[in-house]
């Protein structure tokens, strides 16, 4: 489905990506995981075209992303979730959900939509009518999910979503991942944590210093030495 090779790139003078190699089939979850300044949200921005790449092949379904402006790669349904709570906080709930299905070809399905992710998150539907703003962090982690799916995503990329909660909410936005995973979204989740996210992968990559430097498995990498001493503190 997404195939990436030998990506490089770099912020001006500074090169953070080498010869990156990374591969989604369709129905997976696939995670990068690594510390901070590996390179992992570089990846993702380079995937939905937010920045262009020095050189490197990435293609999705065949086709060629370089070659395509960031709206385009979200019409073919690569939709990226950002990191941290990038939603609109002057917004109802309903609006923000709404805005996230002005890509073309998508409006036809906004109610469906709308009904899918308030049975994904019924805190969302509960809370429709409140300012974006004034949810807590993790229903605006939430509500920046539920609108990246408005868009009928067939890969949805996630930077970061268990950034900033509650121990017991992490549990519950791997689960969710999980089950929008099994409803058909094929996943391409970008995480420091590493245990959960190796967890529910069915393979993954770790990147260091912008370089993947080990793959394989979810729970393979979860039984693999470096893994375990590098990431898991044993
Ligand atoms: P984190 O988990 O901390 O988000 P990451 O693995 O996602 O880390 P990136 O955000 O991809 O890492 O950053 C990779 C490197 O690129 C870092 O050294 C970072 O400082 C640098 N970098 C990121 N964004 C920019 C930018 N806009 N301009 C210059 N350098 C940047």
Not at 32 to 59: F, H, W, Y
Not at 162 to 171: A, D, E, H, I, T
Request: zero cysteines.
């Amino acid at each position: 489905m997404l195939r990436i090779e030998k990506l490089n790139f770099s912020y001006g003078d500074l090169k953070v990506l080498w010869d990156v190699d990374l591969e989604v089939k369709e129905g997976e979850i696939v995670t990068v995981v690594g510390a901070n300044g590996a390179g992992k949200s570089t990846t993702l921005k380079n995937i939905s075209r937010l920045v262009k790449p020095d050189s490197g092949a990435l293609t999705f379904d065949g086709q060629d992303l370089s070659r395509l402006p960031s709206h385009r790669v979200v019409e073919l349904g690569v939709v990226q979730v950002p990191e941290g709570r990038r939603i609109f906080p002057e917004m109802t709930v309903m609006e923000n959900l709404r805005m996230g299905s002005y890509v073309k070809g998508t409006r036809k399905d906004r109610e469906r939509n709308v009904e899918w992710v308030f049975d994904l998150f019924p805190r969302l539907q509960e809370r429709q009518k409140q300012l974006g703003g004034t949810m807590s962090g993790g229903e605006q982690q939430m509500l920046a999910i539920a609108r990246g799916l408005m868009a009928n995503p067939k890969l949805l990329l996630l930077d970061e979503p268990s950034l900033g909660l509650s121990p017991l909410l992490v549990k519950n936005i791997f689960d969710i991942i999980t089950g929008i995973n099994r409803q058909g979204v094929t996943i391409l989740l970008v995480e420091q944590n590493v245990y959960q996210s190796l967890r529910i992968a069915h393979r993954a990559y770790v990147m260091e210093t912008g370089r993947v430097v080990l793959t394989g498995g979810g729970q393979e990498l979860l039984d693999n030495e470096h893994v375990k001493k590098a990431f898991l503190g044993m």
